[in-house]
């Protein structure tokens, strides 16, 4: 008992360090100065105004659904980005919130949090127990370059997820009972996140099922049964939300892959600025496929490798099931077409399982990098205590360093606002006169959302979800089932209190009313 009572309270110390560094980091980037403001780029402003509908809206079923979106059919905001799991948590709450409000600029802060703390217990559960090591790690995690510059995607800022999968792997492995109880409940906490995540967490917390039966041991029996109990737990839950009403993917895996470099490539580096810019074969992986892994991640995990590589490898060999399941990811990750720089290193014309689903498989990467995270902290332990305390100390505030310009670009990013112009003055208050918004050509049936129309597209968006006004059509990540654009045309007479917008060259039904405002045709009801 004596060693356990040593050991919690230097644990329980750390995780308040880990939560002081994650509330700080998060509270200096991103600006609480209006809980109600939306973002002012793209992937923002589909986030907030899903939850700005959702809140603002009736229970449906599914339930996550929203007749605001899509409107008379309504649309899920799983496939806007929002952060499910937050708003089922404060939809009952809302007439005590404020009016207007939005919670992303909260759930940021709480990725930074647990981010930190994520990081401690993922190391102490592969057996860390040095205060310093564990301070490292949350500092590391917190400066993870890929984390960062994520900070436009709202759900997959929850990348701590990963960090406890881990956490929930070695507690599998060292044969926790309260792992196998809590795994299908976490994993269903994840879905409600983002289901890349969840799907990166389950093969995370999979892999020790791999790993028990490489050693023999009849744990594995639980492990499996764990995880096929999850996987009911997550169908039910995605039948009930309504994930299976559109489509699984919409293209693009090999596309949006991982450059073989990235994760060692200096890209938005400031120790290594003046290093040469990646030249990509692709230019969609300077940004899905951006994994650099920081420059003081890159020099611990070079002194491990020069110093202790036996014990790296003697790691992976004891965790085979995680090596293996990582090796997959990384390999995914490259994707049917690998590229290292500009150079093509293969074509596979056959697609992988999940294609669809993982279309965007440069983040397939993630758990490789928190995975080394972890092993590069772990095997520093072989170094003499004054050489490893100082190794730790200068590869964390190498990493911090290193992440100074994306800090910055998130920072400078959380206080920006819209310019008012006439353009959007006028804009507004056609829409605060209709009772919803319609715009052709919608979404699925030509409507450009990456063109050059895209930014007036985005501000008819905001606008009617800042108003509260229903729209016929929106930016989704997944297209709905049966959408039939024969269908979705408009209307021989337009309805009264609609104001209908037409972007794209594409031109108004006769007799209409109609105004060029910001090139787009604006033609409110008479």
Not at 315 to 343: D, E
Not at 352 to 379: E, Q, T
Not at 393 to 418: E, G, I, M, P, Y
Not at 477 to 491: A, I, N, Q
């Amino acid at each position: 008992m004596k060693p356990f009572r040593n050991r919690v309270p230097s644990l329980v110390w750390t995780i308040i360090v880990a939560l002081f560094l994650g509330g700080a980091e998060g509270i200096h980037l991103v600006s609480l100065e209006s809980l109600s403001r939306f973002p002012v780029f793209q992937d923002g402003i589909q986030a907030v105004a899903g939850q700005r509908y959702f809140l603002n809206d009736v229970w449906h079923w599914p339930l996550l659904d929203t007749k605001f979106l899509f409107a008379p059919k309504g649309a899920s905001v799983a496939m806007t980005d929002s952060t499910p799991l937050l708003l089922l948590l404060l939809k009952p709450f809302v007439p005590l919130l404020p009016v207007g409000f939005v919670p992303y600029r909260l759930w940021l802060i709480f990725c930074f949090v647990m981010q930190a703390v994520s990081a401690v217990l993922a190391l102490a559960a592969a057996g860390e127990r040095r205060v310093l090591a564990l301070i490292s790690g949350a500092v590391m995690a917190l400066s993870m370059p890929f984390f960062l510059g994520r900070i436009i995607h709202f759900s997959l800022m929850g990348q701590f997820l990963i960090l406890l999968a881990f956490a929930f792997y070695f507690s599998l492995v060292h044969g926790k009972k309260w792992a196998l109880i809590l795994t299908p409940f976490f994993l269903g906490i994840c879905l409600l996140i983002h289901p890349i995540l969840m799907l990166l967490a389950f093969g995370t917390i999979a892999s020790s099922f791999l790993t028990l039966l490489w050693m023999r041991r009849k744990e594995w029996r639980a492990v499996a049964c764990t995880c096929a109990g999850s996987a009911a737990l997550i169908f039910v839950i995605s039948k009930m939300l309504g994930y299976f009403h559109y489509t699984q993917g919409a293209g693009g895996y090999g596309l949006f892959s991982m450059n073989f470099l990235s994760p060692v490539w200096p890209m938005h580096s400031d120790l290594l600025r003046h290093f040469p810019a990646l030249h990509y074969g692709l230019q969609t992986q300077s940004f899905e496929g951006y994994v650099y892994l920081g420059g003081g991640l890159l020099a611990l995990l070079i002194c491990d490798l020069v110093f202790c590589r036996q014990r790296l490898l003697n790691a992976a060999k004891r965790h085979a099931g995680l090596s293996f399941f990582l090796s997959l990811m990384t390999l995914y990750a490259i994707s049917n077409t690998g590229y290292a720089g500009p150079y093509k290193l293969w074509h596979i014309s056959l697609m992988p399982p999940l294609a669809d689903i993982f279309r965007s498989s440069g983040r397939c990467f993630w758990p490789v990098g928190y995975g080394l995270l972890i092993a590069a902290i772990r095997s520093s332990c072989a170094f003499s205590r004054p050489i490893r305390s100082g190794a730790l100390v200068l590869c964390a505030l190498l990493q911090f360093l290193d992440t100074r310009s994306l800090r910055a670009q998130a920072r400078d990013l959380w206080n920006a606002d819209f310019p008012v112009t006439p353009d959007t003055l006028v804009l507004t208050g056609l829409i605060t006169a209709s009772r919803q918004v319609d715009v052709y050509p919608v979404s699925g049936c030509g409507l450009d959302l990456y063109g050059p129309d895209a930014d007036r597209i985005m501000t008819v968006f905001r606008l009617s979800a800042e108003h509260g006004r229903s729209i016929n059509t929106f930016y989704l990540s997944r297209t709905p089932k049966g959408l039939l654009c024969d269908h979705e045309m408009p209307p021989t007479e337009q309805q009264p209190g609609t104001l209908e917008v037409y972007v794209g060259g594409f031109q108004p039904a006769q007799g209409r009313r109609c105004q060029n405002v910001s090139g787009m045709k604006i033609c409110p009801s008479r």
